[in-house]
């Protein structure tokens, strides 16, 4: 949620960040809104933790190949964690839980 979330702000204000497509803003939305993580997204996320040792980075991963996958996001793939540290996205991730 929180990583979906901080690339639609980043896009709003970065300047000379092209704007994303309507789908690619609605997809981003369902992921900062929290209904669109599953299960076999956790199980990727875990499993891919398991070669990073680090779980931020690990979901950082699993989202991109997610929109990668998708087809979405292929001009704004390298918005997906810049500018935070993994305690900013955990400690606000916690705050939501």
């Known amino acids: 949620m929180v990583e979906a979330a901080w690339v639609l702000k980043l896009v709003e204000v970065l300047p000379d960040v ?6 690619s803003k609605k997809a ?12 076999n997204d956790m199980a990727a ?10 779980d931020i980075k690990a ?14 996001l292929n001009n704004h793939l390298e918005l ?9 996205i955990k400690n606000l991730a916690e705050a939501l839980s």
């Not at 092209?18 to 789908?23: E, W």
């Not at 981003?28 to 299960?39: W, Y």
């Not at 997906?80 to 900013?88: A, E, K, P, R």
């Open 59 to 72: 979901l950082e991963l699993v989202l991109r190949e997610n929109f990668v996958n998708d087809g979405l």
């Open 18 to 23: 092209p704007p994303l497509s309507a789908k």
């Open 80 to 88: 997906i964690h810049f500018g935070v540290t993994s305690d900013d």
């Open 28 to 39: 981003l939305q369902i992921v900062a809104s929290g209904k669109s993580f599953s299960v």
């Open 45 to 54: 996320v875990k499993a891919k933790e398991l070669t990073t040792n680090h």
